[in-house]
Each structure stands twice: as C-alpha cells, then as structure tokens.
C-alpha cells in the first residue's frame, strides 16, 4: 500500500573463508554500504569456501534456522548453491539474492530473475591489464599507476535484470 514502508532485509552473509584478509575487507565495506540503512540488517554469516556444493548447505541450515530470512548476499560460488537451495524450498521470489563476481551463473541467475543482482568483477581483464602495465613499465621504466577494470562497466558495475546483457562473463562461476 502506498505510505507503508517496506518489509525489512533480514539477511545473511556468505564467507567465502571467513578468516581470510580479503573476505574481512569485501564484508568490511559491505558493512559500511549497507549501515546508512536501517531496513537492511545481517543478523548470521555462514561460508561457501568458494564452493556453490557448501554454499547450498549453508543456505539450506540459514533457511532452517530461520524461516523468515529474505536476504543472502556472497560471492558467486556461495550464491550459485544458495539459489538451489531457496528453490529446492520453493522460495524463489521471497530470499533476495545478491552475489559478486559477474560469472556466467550470475548473469544467468540475474538474468531469469532467479538472483536479484550482482556486482562484477573483472578477473581475465585484471590479468591483462598487469601484464599490459608489467610490460609497459619494462619498456619505459614508467608506471601506469592505478588502473581499475571495472570503471567502464555499466551502472557502475551492478548487474541487473534490466542491464545483465550488457555484461559479458569472464569466469563460469
């Protein structure tokens, strides 16, 4: 109805490994994004280890423990076996999902409306970009400084059904 607001984010957090320096920093600043808004609260974590086979049992026992979760987000690999779970529950539709990486199963997920978005990333252009500034910077003796692979993305990087032919998947997930 109009003037009534939304249905809070209850969400949970897929690890990849919780322990490791680069899943503390993307939750860190996951954490930051999401804390101007009070509809959006991760209240559990779980881990994939890059794996969608873990990331299906760690969705599956967030399910279980809690019936009204409407929110996972993780890397591809976690939300790949996370979306199996929340159809093999017949919640499709109910448990937004929102992965990063911009694999092919994530435009695929994002593209039948399965996922609800993505955020990309760029790992062969990376690669390229490295060995082309390595190169460059052998031949000068001059760095190329920062180059982000990501910048010339469409809407900033986020993938949604609106936009998702507009990516082009650099990993299958």
């Known amino acids: 109805m109009p003037g009534q607001e939304p249905e809070p984010l209850q969400g949970r957090y897929l690890y990849d490994i919780k322990a490791s320096a680069l899943d503390v920093a993307i939750y860190g600043a996951f ?5 101007a808004d009070p509809g959006v609260k991760i209240v559990a974590q ?12 760690a969705v599956q026992d967030m399910l ?46 994002v593209a ?10 760029a ?4 690669g390229r970009l490295a060995v082309q500034a390595l190169v ?3 031949r000068t003796g001059k760095s190329s400084g920062g180059i982000d692979p990501v910048a010339q993305l469409p809407d900033g990087g986020v993938v949604t ?13």
Not at 98 to 104: K, T
Not at 112 to 121: C, I, L, P, T
Not at 123 to 126: H, I, K, L, M, R
Not at 163 to 168: E, L, W
């Open 31 to 35: 954490g930051k994004a999401i804390a």
């Open 46 to 57: 779980g881990q994939s280890f890059f794996s969608p086979t873990t990331g299906l049992t």
């Open 64 to 109: 279980t423990a809690d019936p009204g979760l409407n929110l996972i987000v993780g890397s591809d690999q976690g939300i790949e076996g996370g979306a199996q779970a929340v159809q093999a529950a017949h919640r499709t539709g109910q448990v937004i999902l929102v992965g990063y990486g911009a694999s092919a199963a994530a435009l695929a997920g």
């Open 112 to 121: 039948s409306g399965a996922w609800y978005a993505d955020v990309a990333q």
């Open 123 to 126: 790992p062969a252009s990376e």
């Open 136 to 138: 460059a910077a052998l």
């Open 161 to 173: 059904k609106a936009n998702v032919g507009q990516f082009t998947a650099e990993w299958p997930g």
